[in-house]
T-cell receptor, first 112, second 112 residues
Framework: EPEVTQTPSHQVTQMGQEVILRCVPISNHLYFYWYRQILGQKVEFLVSFYNNEISEKSEIFDDQFSVERPDGSNFTLKIRSTKLEDSAMYFCASKEGGYEQYFGPGTRLTVT | AQSVAQPEDQVNVAEGNPLTVKCTYSVSGNPYLFWYVQYPNRGLQFLLKYITGDNLVKGSYGFEAEFNKSQTSFHLKKPSALVSDSALYFC??????????FGTGTRLLVSP
């Protein structure tokens, strides 16, 4: 069964550094998403992406964040200058065009 | 504002007994509702969805959920719990604008 994959599984970075989180959505899916989950809190929407552009973003998704689909398979989330409060589990999701989104296993980002 | 609430942090049930994990929603328009399950070190796995039609929806692993419009609820149920059902369960809503709004999660603990 096709799955969404994410790399790395765990990323440790220093405050102020740039990080890129990578996702490979399911191959025939058209809609792509990033969510995050701060430890002990609920899963929060960050951004949705369709047809090579952002379709919606949350107030969390400020100028420090960007997304890109550099080729036909990868979908990346970049954080330009990480802050301590960016430490969280980041989930990528995709959907074909129906209703349910399929999630990857997540990347745990630790900012020190 | 759209929101989904899971009033119980944890539900304990003995193996073989029926289980219910509660969810209430507050979304405008026709709600699209979902249940996801998260096992340790894994992503969110889609269990089932309600879009329209029959109020009782069936999903993976023997789970079902009942949509109740008058009570704005979408409780997850299973007639006979298994120890392997122990996990974190998330209810989520989507009003068609593509982003999912999640509840805080309910930890289900099934004892042998």
């Amino acid at each position: 069964e096709p799955e969404v994959t994410q790399t790395p599984s765990h990323q440790v970075t220093q405050m102020g550094q740039e990080v890129i989180l990578r996702c490979v959505p399911i191959s025939n899916h058209l809609y792509f998403y990033w969510y995050r989950q701060i430890l002990g809190q609920k899963v929060e929407f960050l951004v949705s992406f369709y047809n090579n552009e952002i379709s919606e973003k949350s107030e969390i998704f400020d100028d420090q964040f960007s997304v890109e689909r550099p080729d036909g398979s990868n979908f990346t989330l970049k954080i330009r200058s990480t802050k301590l409060e960016d430490s969280a589990m980041y989930f990528c999701a995709s959907k074909e065009g129906g209703y349910e989104q399929y999630f990857g296993p997540g990347t745990r980002l630790t900012v020190t | 504002a759209q929101s989904v609430a899971q009033p119980e942090d944890q539900v304990n049930v003995a193996e073989g007994n029926p289980l219910t994990v509660k969810c209430t929603y507050s979304v405008s328009g026709n709600p699209y509702l979902f249940w996801y399950v998260q096992y340790p070190n894994r992503g969110l796995q889609f269990l089932l969805k309600y879009i329209t039609g029959d109020n009782l929806v069936k999903g993976s692993y023997g789970f079902e959920a009942e949509f109740n419009k008058s009570q704005t609820s979408f409780h997850l149920k299973k007639p006979s719990a298994l120890v392997s059902d122990s996990a974190l369960y998330f209810c989520a809503g989507d009003t068609g604008f593509q982003k999912l709004v999640f509840g805080t999660g309910t930890r289900l603990l099934v004892s042998p």
